[in-house]
């Protein structure tokens, strides 16, 4: 399977998500999907296999408890691939920053304008 058809599917995408904050264990991850899906226990026990089988996840057992978190190397090979297409919408962002940057910085003079030169054009 390829990475971009374990991503492909939104559950997955979701835990990887959840994941991103840090580690967390199988029964809250499986909690909110439930919830957020509506699917089964045994649904959400499917996907967080698919991602640890294809490398996007870790597993860790602590007692009981299953703790999963991200494992960053087959996202950083998406993020390769997709460097191909940065050209596409590097440029615009840049040009964006530089537009905010230019709005924040006429504020900043305006604000910095004495009182009389506001009202006095």
Known sequence: MHAFDVLGD????RILELLAAGEQPAGALGETVRREFGIS???VSQHLKVLREHGFTTVRAV???RLY??????????DAWLAGFRRFWAPPLAALATELARGRRERRLREDEPDDERTNP
């Not at 978190?69 to 998406?78: K, Q, S």
């Open 63 to 65: 007692g009981t408890r």
């Open 10 to 13: 939104p559950v997955r995408r």
């Open 69 to 78: 978190a991200v494992d960053p190397a087959p996202l950083r090979e998406i």
């Open 41 to 43: 226990q045994p649904a």
